[in-house]
Each structure stands twice: as C-alpha cells, then as structure tokens.
C-alpha cells in the first residue's frame, strides 16, 4: 500500500533543509496516524538523527525554542507556525527504526519523508486495517508505560485513535500485570 500524505511547504522545507546538512527527518506520531484514519492533521512533529545543537545550527535564521532538553525536543518558528523537531530517541542505535522502536502503539510508530515514503517497520499498516492496537514492544520486554498506568493509557490512545478500534494484544506485555 502506498501513502501519500501532503505535507504543508514549511514541514516539507524543514525536512529537505535538514536532508540537505545530511540528516535525516521525518515525520512521525499523530499527523500519520490521523491521515490514515482520513482525519484533519492538527500539528506535525519531526524527528531526525541531527542534535539541538545542529538543528539551531541549520535554522540559524529562525526563532527556536528548546521544548525538553531530555528528549531533546526543538520547536522551530516560522511565522505563526510551530513545528517540533526531536531528535531520535535511542533502542537499537542512533536511527529511525531505533527512535520507532521505543514508541507506545504501532500506530504510531511510523514515519514518512515526502521522498522516501512511509517507513512501517511494525507492521503498523496491517494493525490499523484490522483495527487492532497493538504496542510496539514484544512480550515481555520493558515497556514506557508505567504498569499502573497501562489500562488507561491503552483506553485514551484507543478513544484517540478510534474509537471503533479494539485491542487485541497490548496486555501482554506488561509483565506479571493483572488485568
């Protein structure tokens, strides 16, 4: 299945000026998931292999804003457009399917480049036609979502997602959880 999602200009200038310094960016989360699920997309966050330090370098000529130095998260303004640039997050080495890795449900777990297309290294695809949220992590592996916590954050990412979803496996793993 090929997706094709538009992008505004400024996105798709962000992402081509971060290509062109030799980084990579794309564009992950929400504004994906809510394109296949033929919603409006309300923000687009990015992210790349390229630090703070370098994003600020590249948009010398913007207002930035650092958003959370932990995640080391950088709002770029052009504008009235704020768009948040992250920098991949880090599982399986400084790359895209690493930063993937580490995200809640398959379904966001994807990326795209208007160049390089849709990145769906979780089967993310096949989950949101079956209607299934799935989390990305195996069974038994460590999971972001704190147990206590892990009931609703499912429930609220489903009502997010949609709310004709159902969940088939995300319980499985939370290890030595209760349900």
């Known amino acids: 299945m090929i997706v094709?999602?538009?992008?505004?200009?400024?996105?798709?200038?962000?992402?081509?000026?971060?290509?062109?310094?030799?980084?990579?960016c794309y564009v992950v989360g929400?504004?994906?998931?809510?394109?296949?699920?033929?919603?409006?997309?309300?923000?687009?966050?990015?992210?790349?292999?390229?630090?703070?330090?370098?994003?600020?370098?590249?948009?010398?000529?913007?207002?930035?804003?650092?958003?959370?130095?932990?995640?080391?998260?950088?709002?770029?303004?052009?504008d009235d457009l704020s768009?948040?640039?992250?920098?991949?997050?880090?599982?399986?080495g400084f790359t895209i399917r690493g930063d993937l890795s580490l995200r809640d449900f398959t379904i966001n777990?994807?990326?795209?480049?208007?160049?390089?297309?849709?990145?769906?290294?979780?089967?993310?695809?096949?989950?949101?036609?079956?209607?299934?949220i799935r989390t990305v992590n195996e069974p038994g592996d460590d999971v972001i979502i704190p147990p206590a916590g892990s009931c609703g954050a499912a429930k609220k990412r489903m009502e997010e997602d949609n709310p004709n979803m159902y969940c088939l496996d995300w319980f499985m793993c939370f290890k030595n959880e209760r349900i």
């Not at 768009?83 to 991949?88: D, F, G, R």
Request: no cysteine; hydrophobic share 35%; aromatic share 8%.
């Open 30 to 78: 929400g504004a994906i998931r809510d394109n296949l699920l033929n919603r409006s997309i309300e923000d687009y966050d990015l992210t790349t292999n390229a630090s703070v330090e370098e994003i600020k370098r590249i948009f010398f000529d913007h207002k930035t804003i650092e958003i959370n130095e932990k995640r080391e998260t950088i709002a770029i303004i052009k």
């Open 83 to 92: 768009i948040e640039v992250t920098t991949y997050r880090n599982k399986e």
């Open 4 to 24: 094709t999602i538009e992008l505004p200009i400024e996105v798709k200038k962000i992402i081509e000026r971060l290509n062109n310094s030799n980084f990579e």
């Open 109 to 132: 777990a994807l990326a795209y480049n208007h160049k390089v297309g849709l990145l769906d290294y979780f089967n993310s695809l096949e989950d949101s036609n079956n209607k299934v």
